[in-house]
Structure formats: structure tokens, C-alpha cells
């Protein structure tokens, strides 16, 4: 049984402009991220049989699915993006300590840690449901940061797979899990 996990297509959105960027501007750009179109691109599927596909009911990744995956696509709302925390609106800080501001989250935010045990919840559930049989080959399209808390799920249930800090857009990561 193989498992592989693709990163939506890049999204053409820029990046906010200026020195120091205020966080109602950060936050605006979140919501207009999630609505924002993608980059067409193509993914090496490596020659394997997909079964079936779970994607993210967020547009980029259903765009990035259906680009990619020859058959139906099943969307899941467990496989959404973990939200970014809430900004405050007067604050100004240069982009790149947004970024460093959303990744030290997970460790000091109350609520973003929240939201990751909500999301190991969520690919637990996904994950129980799309490996029913056992036997077929899974293929889920989703986003970055919940990629990386499905490659831990993956370990602890037995797959190898290739690691990865963030993953690459439209890149195929295969886990595979040797037959009992």
C-alpha cells in the first residue's frame, strides 16, 4: 500500500510590498490567499496506480487534484489548512518576521496549538477512512503545514517515506507501507 501526498499548485498571489507591513494587512492577505487562483503546473505521479484521491475542499488544492488525478476526487474538509493566527491589526513588523511570527505559533500561541491538535485529529480520522481496505493506493492533496503532521502520522502507523520541512508545490511524496 502506497500513500502519496502532494502540495497544491503555487498560488499567484504576491506578497505584501513595503518595509514594515501591518498586521490587518497580513491578515487580509490570508483571506485573499484562500480564494486566490493557481499556477498551472504538472506532477510526476512515478508511474503509480492511484486508487483514489482525498484532497482539500480549498480551492487551490481541488484545482491542483483535478489537474493531476485522471479519476473522481473525493473533497474533505479535514484536510483544510491549518488557520494562521490572528494578527493584531496596529502591529508593523517586515514581512519575513510574519513568517517567523506564524512558525514560533505552533509553540507559544495557545489557540494555534489548538488548532494542530485539532488537526492531528482530523488526519487521524482521514486516515482511518482512506486506508478502510489496506490495500489500495491513496493519493491526498493538501497544504503545506498539515503535510508535515501527515508525514508524522504516517510514521507512527508504519509507512517510510522521504522527509520533508515544507513541502515543494505540485511535488509527490509516496510513503509506502510493507504488506503484513
Not at 488544492?61 to 474538509?77: N, S
Request: glycine share 6%.
Amino acid at each position: 500500500m502506497k500513500v502519496g501526498l502532494v502540495r497544491h499548485f503555487k498560488v499567484k498571489q504576491a506578497y505584501p510590498k513595503g518595509a514594515f507591513i501591518p498586521g490587518r494587512v497580513v491578515n487580509e492577505w490570508f483571506r485573499t490567499y484562500d480564494q486566490a487562483d493557481i499556477e498551472s503546473g504538472s506532477t510526476d505521479l512515478s508511474g503509480i496506480e492511484w486508487n483514489k484521491c482525498y484532497v482539500s475542499t480549498l480551492s487551490r488544492a481541488v484545482k491542483t487534484a483535478e489537474t493531476i488525478f485522471p479519476g473522481p476526487i473525493t473533497p474533505m474538509v479535514e484536510l483544510i489548512e491549518i488557520p494562521p493566527p490572528a494578527f493584531s491589526e496596529r502591529l508593523r513588523l517586515p514581512f519575513l518576521m510574519w513568517a517567523v511570527w506564524i512558525r514560533l505559533s505552533m509553540y507559544f500561541d495557545r489557540k494555534t496549538r489548538a488548532e494542530i491538535k485539532r488537526a492531528r485529529c482530523r488526519i487521524s480520522e482521514v486516515f482511518d477512512h482512506a486506508f478502510g481496505n489496506h490495500t489500495e493506493n491513496v493519493l491526498i492533496v493538501s497544504h503545506a503545514a498539515l503535510m508535515v503532521f501527515m508525514r508524522e502520522e504516517l510514521i507512527r502507523r508504519g509507512f517510510a517515506g522521504p522527509k520533508f520541512k515544507i513541502a515543494k508545490n505540485g511535488e509527490l511524496y509516496v510513503f509506502e507501507k510493507a504488506p503484513c
